[in-house]
């Protein structure tokens, strides 16, 4: 098996359409397709940081904090772009948890179904 890089991650969402403009106007990813069906995907972003939407068939019960599932997804940025995002976050009011892992500053936030994002730098 030659596993090279992930693809994309995909997430099933109960608003497609304002989950696009979550993830184009929060974190600046572009629309790369538009689907003829609504089973097909959205893909937002650049391959490599590439998030799939799918729109949900059935609405799921919420999640308790760390249970098994998904934790978050996380994007990597240079410490200049980290600092571009929390000012880009704060400017437009929406909500997040940095915290400082030593190697790592990074900041969490939910999207609007409550998949965590993470945003994060290894550069200090």
């Known amino acids: 098996m ?5 693809d994309h ?3 099933n969402v109960r608003d ?5 403009a979550w993830y184009r106007d929060t974190l600046g990813l572009e629309q790369r397709n538009e689907p003829t069906e609504a089973s097909e995907p959205v893909f937002m972003g650049a ?6 939407l799918f729109q949900s068939e059935v609405d799921s019960p919420p999640r308790a904090p760390e249970s ?10 240079s410490a200049a772009g980290l ?4 000012s880009h976050l704060t400017a437009t009011g929406v909500s997040f948890r940095p915290e400082d892992h030593g190697s790592a500053l990074s900041i969490y936030l939910p999207d609007p179904d409550g998949n965590m994002i993470e945003l994060t730098t290894y550069e200090r």
């Open 16 to 20: 497609r359409t304002a989950a696009i």
């Open 9 to 11: 991650v995909s997430i």
């Open 83 to 86: 600092e571009e995002a929390r």
């Open 68 to 77: 098994s599932g998904v934790r978050h997804v996380a994007f990597a940025l």
């Open 2 to 6: 030659d596993l090279r890089r992930l």
């Open 47 to 52: 391959f490599g940081a590439c998030i799939a």
